[in-house]
């Protein structure tokens, strides 16, 4: 089914939903309400009146350390274009596509809520080149500034024609060749233009989106993951019985118990064991950790995205300066996010070590069909414990360490854009994970008697369809790759609706 444009209305709100239809799946926004736009000018021409009885930060003074310097009305002319020149210190590597894409989205939902002093061309503009893919090439590190100046001025110089842009298929072009093609003239920013495209923190708040999407589809993988190796191990099931929802008294454990009970129905536990080792029994805790750590960030989101980050912002006839550049909250729930994900990758990892010991699967040593002379699948548990081992460098919070800048006057910062930048990578490295216990799991199952449980039967046949079986020693490499593949497709996420 074809979904047409997506309307704004007046009051300029957007979901979080419908953000990331427009941000990562494409889809195009509709011409933005008339009511509205007539009020953001309204706004405007208002905030016009008040620059000539004060000072204003970024409009009639400079910026940083030389805030107390006021400007001629020659110098205030180029000011705002030239603010989004002389902050463009970044290169590559720059921001993926649908990061860069989810930062446009970001910025013209906080114009829209009519307080950045912003003209309605410029809001048109936004949806615009929202619509005909054009792309600006945003770096994605080295971003040590307080707010997002540096990578903001690289986004938005593209509008008046400088810069480079991402083409879909990745590559460079320059941003006046692009808008060109497009039979765009380049924009010129208006009085406060170039500051309101340089404040606030929204290219925090895209990738905080793109990354948390990314993130819940993860946490639904770990459940099918976790769920193949508790079936696989014939682990005793009372860990993740309703009694356990109950002792908790925890609505978010109850749902994560109902998952995996689903998954592991028809599973065949071996009676004679009193307890699984404790990667295997904390299971839920660690689901649920994952699960509500993805829910904060999400709740933040929602927040930032129905706010208004402008700094100075114009409000009630008055200018108003803040700290709304800074978003901590953010940032450090994607530092949270990171470690919450690479715990669960080293539970994975501990369940493929289990699983190639006799003593927990009661299966062939390291999963072969012929110790001794075969290998069999160790050398798997040593590829995710290398990612694990990434994986605990990339926990390491990188919203803790403040610098001076701009001789004193900026000296606080979030480094947002290394934090998304972490979870990227980590998100990486867990699917990784996550595959070398599947292809582990699958082994169990096909050297054991019983079979999956019949929960996951659905997900063992994927696997036999994607992964030859494993008789003899031969390079794995391809078919954790071939699985990698499948989970980025968005398999093995389980049959669940909504949330993990």
């Not at 239809?21 to 007539?38: C, F, H, N, T």
């Not at 770096?139 to 024609?161: D, N």
């Not at 008294?249 to 749902?255: A, G, H, T």
């Not at 867990?430 to 019949?454: F, H, K, M, N």
Request: glycine share 10%.
């Amino acid at each position: 089914m074809t979904i047409g444009p997506l309307a704004i209305g007046e009051t300029g709100d957007l979901t979080l939903e419908a953000f990331e239809q427009v941000a990562i799946e494409g889809r195009r926004l509709a011409p933005i309400d008339s009511e509205l736009l007539k009020q953001i000018d309204l706004t405007h021409r208002r905030m016009l009146g008040r620059l000539s009885s004060e000072p204003v930060y970024g409009i009639n003074t400079g910026t940083g350390y030389l805030h107390d310097i006021r400007l001629s009305k020659s110098e205030q002319e180029a000011h705002q274009a030239n603010l989004l020149l002389a902050r463009a210190v970044g290169g590559p590597p720059y921001l993926e596509r649908v990061e860069a894409r989810a930062l446009l989205l970001a910025r013209l939902a906080g114009f829209l809520h009519g307080h950045a002093g912003i003209s309605s061309q410029l809001c048109e503009f936004l949806v615009d080149r929202l619509n005909d893919d054009f792309v600006p090439a945003i770096p994605r590190s080295s971003i040590g500034c307080a707010g997002e100046v540096i990578p903001l001025s690289h986004a938005f110089q593209t509008f008046m024609g400088v810069g480079s842009v991402l083409t879909s298929s990745g590559s460079l072009q320059d941003a006046s060749a692009a808008l060109a093609e497009r039979r765009v003239s380049p924009y010129q920013p208006a009085a406060k233009e170039g500051i309101a495209l340089l404040a606030g923190a929204p290219g925090t708040l895209g990738l905080a989106i793109v990354r948390r999407r990314e993130s819940s589809l993860l946490a639904r993988q770990l459940l099918v993951a976790f769920a193949c190796a508790i079936d696989a191990i014939r682990a005793p099931l009372s860990p993740y019985g309703a009694s356990m929802a109950r002792l908790a008294k925890d609505p978010l454990m109850d749902r994560v118990l109902q998952r995996l009970g689903a998954l592991l129905a028809g599973a065949h536990p071996d009676h004679s064991r009193v307890q699984a080792p404790i990667s295997l029994r904390v299971v839920p805790q660690v689901l649920v950790h994952l699960e509500r750590t993805i829910g904060r960030l999400e709740e933040d989101a929602q927040r930032a995205l129905a706010a208004s980050d402008d700094s100075p912002a114009f409000i009630g006839g008055e200018f108003v300066s803040s700290g709304s550049f800074h978003a901590i909250g953010l940032a450090a729930g994607m530092d949270g996010l990171s470690i919450a994900l690479a715990h669960a990758a080293e539970l994975a990892t501990q369940h493929i070590h289990r699983l190639l010991d006799h003593r927990f699967s009661g299966l062939p040593d390291q999963l072969t069909r012929h110790p001794g002379p075969q290998t069999g699948l160790t050398v798997v548990h040593k590829r995710a414990g290398g990612a694990v081992n990434e994986l605990r460098r990339l926990a390491m919070p990188a919203t803790v360490g403040l610098v001076d800048t701009s001789l004193g006057q900026e000296d606080a910062m979030t480094f947002a854009f290394e934090a998304a930048g972490k979870l990227r990578r980590v998100q990486e490295l867990v699917r990784g994970v996550i595959a070398c216990e599947l292809l582990t799991t699958y082994q169990a199952w096909s050297l054991g008697d019983a079979g999956p449980a019949e929960g996951l039967a659905d997900h063992f046949q994927l696997l036999k369809k994607t992964v030859p079986p494993i008789e003899v020693d031969r390079p794995l490499g391809v078919d954790i790759e071939a699985i990698i593949a499948l989970l980025a497709r968005g398999a093995f996420a389980g049959k669940v609706e909504g949330g993990v």
